[in-house]
């Protein structure tokens, strides 16, 4: 089957089949899968003591230049699952005791996961982990079949949006995104051991000398949903990369007093959730890309 894409934003149109690559996401319409396996680096009510069954999706309709998965989001590395064999590796991870199905940057082939989903009987929540850079009418599709939404908020500038990540329309679109997201899930729901079994968590990556930046996507989430419906992380791993070499505002780390304000504004606009140490970049945090989980 053939499809002119208009899954993302970008609403680009390009041929999709089944197996060969198209669009700007350069991925077929069937799952293109790197690793299937318990990771540990998620939030704590995300990953908890037996991991998130983490699924990593190849392709992605943003071009982050400081992305740190940079390896696969451009859809040239992988392997296209069929529908049945997603379920196989969704069952397979809950059979071995994770806490929920974390779905990496799936967005691009939602009709896929969509009908894996539907067709399959899970004991515990599925994640959609995505970038934030959503459509509405996308989500709408899984409305009942995700649990967890944990969507990044990249940006409110159009400018640093289109600057970093060749998409100026970014902060609208993250925004009626996560909105639709809210609408779906409503406040957050946790289980006996702290797990989040429903809900959205939103993650904002701070960019070294972009502190107001921060401070406005705070500002925004602060505002926007009532107290403690939401959870909010706060993520100071950002490392340079190879790409950003052009780019000399990010060819260092987020510093400590960087990092302390944004956590004490954080505090101040009571949003409930997690933030990192700086400490916490590196790129031993990233894991292997290798095919782990895919020959059963």
């Known amino acids: 089957m053939e499809y002119n894409c208009d899954l993302c934003p970008r609403s680009c ?13 350069r991925s077929p319409l069937l799952p293109n899968i790197v690793r299937a396996a318990p990771h540990y680096g998620e939030e704590p009510c995300i ?44 069952l397979r991870l809950q059979d071995q005791g994770v806490h929920c199905i974390d779905l990496v940057t799936p967005s691009h082939f939602a009709p896929a996961v969509v009908e894996a989903l539907a067709g399959i009987q899970l004991e515990i929540p599925v994640v959609w982990n995505s970038s934030g850079y959503e459509k509405p009418e996308t989500l709408r599709l899984l409305d009942g079949l995700v649990q967890v939404y ?30 639709e997201m809210v609408r779906q899930r409503g406040p957050c ?48 791993q950002y490392t340079p990369m190879p790409a950003t070499e052009a780019y000399p505002e990010l060819q260092q780390r987020i510093t400590k007093e960087e990092n302390d304000n944004l956590v004490h504004y954080m505090r101040m606009r009571h949003l409930e959730g997690y ?12 894991p292997l890309f290798d095919g782990t989980g895919l020959d059963f």
């Open 13 to 25: 149109r390009a041929p999709r089949d089944d197996e060969k690559p198209g669009g700007f996401c």
């Open 47 to 90: 990953s908890g003591m037996r991991g998130a069954g983490t699924i990593f999706f190849t392709g992605c309709s943003l071009r982050c230049i400081y992305c740190q998965n940079r390896e696969i989001n451009r859809g040239s590395v992988g392997k296209t699952v069929s529908v049945s064999r997603l379920r196989e590796i969704m």
């Open 150 to 179: 944990l969507p990044d908020l990249k940006y409110l500038n159009a400018e640093t949006a289109r600057r970093y990540s060749a998409a100026a329309d970014y902060p609208d679109a993250a925004q009626a995104a996560i909105r």
């Open 189 to 236: 729901l946790f289980d006996d051991e702290g797990m989040l079994q429903s809900g959205v968590l939103i993650r904002h990556l701070i960019l070294p000398g972009h502190v107001p930046e921060s401070m406005d996507v705070i500002d925004w989430v602060a505002e926007t949903f009532p107290e403690k419906s939401v959870l909010f992380s706060l993520m100071s």
């Open 275 to 286: 933030w990192q140490e700086p400490d916490a970049a590196g790129e031993e945090s990233i």
